[in-house]
């Protein structure tokens, strides 16, 4: 079945630097868009980034733009998204999930990805 697990979260200071990975299972992840999302209690699950089957596109939310990448090692089944200068309001449950086969483009909306880890805490905090 299919399976995406989290890792990486924890706690660091702001302005500091985390990698977290997402390992895939059950399908074959290069035929597959991927993306990140978080979600901050009390507020909604919002989309981070995106990256395309091949690694060749990516999306960014504004809010990060300039200090997180996303990136994919298909081979290893695995995406990676690499947090720097993290910010306080960076903390959140993080996800990663699959894009449905159904949406042809990249996309950050949740409605649009159709299975998702069980998420990894990254709170950043002094």
């Known amino acids: 079945q299919v399976q995406l697990v989290e890792s990486g979260g924890g706690l660091v200071q702001p302005g500091g630097s985390l990698r977290l990975s997402c390992a895939a299972s059950?399908?074959?992840?290069?035929?597959?868009?991927m993306g990140w999302f978080h979600q901050a209690p009390g507020k909604e699950r919002e989309g981070v980034s995106c990256m395309s089957r091949s690694g060749g596109r990516t999306l960014y939310a504004d809010s990060v733009k300039g200090r997180f990448v996303i990136s994919r090692d298909n081979d290893k089944m695995t995406m990676y998204l690499q947090m720097n200068n993290v910010k306080p309001e960076d903390t959140a449950v993080y996800y990663c999930a699959r894009l449905s086969i159904s949406s042809h483009d990249l996309s950050v909306r949740p409605n649009d990805y159709d299975y998702w880890g069980q998420g990894t805490q990254v709170t950043v905090s002094s």
């Open positions: 059950g399908f074959t992840l290069m035929y597959y868009h």
